[in-house]
Nanobody
Framework: VQLVESGGGLVQPGGSLRLSCAASGFTFRDYHMSWYRQAPGKERERVARIENFGVGTKHADSVKGRFTISRDNAKSTVYLQMNSLKPEDTAMYYC?????????????WGQGTQVTVSS
């Protein structure tokens, strides 16, 4: 199993980024996918999740209205569109899979992609 996150970078407050997570080694469409983030000194938190066929989504209150999760099962890829970024969004971002809607991450974590929001 591989989860490879990309798309992070340095962006000014108010800017946008689109993260991608390419998955391999498992049947992607069988799993609900989530994006998580971990800031220095803080615990990892889930920011968004999407059902296996992409019909249902849920976003954390802290990102609701600014971030949008989506997926392409044909490409085994999940995305996180991040708009109106704030300094408090600075963190390492990771994706992972779960077999149930509220389930814990199933696989080992990938390397993540760093998002830094700063002027």
């Amino acid at each position: 199993v591989q989860l490879v996150e990309s798309g992070g970078g340095l962006v000014q407050p108010g800017g946008s980024l689109r993260l991608s997570c390419a998955a391999s080694g498992f049947t992607f469409r069988d799993y609900h996918m989530s994006w998580y983030r971990q800031a220095p000194g803080k615990e990892r938190e889930r920011v968004a999740r999407i059902e296996n066929f992409g019909v249902g989504t849920k976003h954390a209150d802290s990102v609701k209205g600014r971030f949008t999760i989506s997926r392409d099962n044909a490409k085994s890829t999940v995305y996180l569109q991040m708009n109106s970024l704030k300094p408090e969004d600075t963190a390492m971002y990771y994706c992972n899979a779960a077999t149930t809607w509220t389930g814990d991450p199933t696989f080992h974590w990938g390397q993540g992609t760093q998002v830094t929001v700063s002027s």
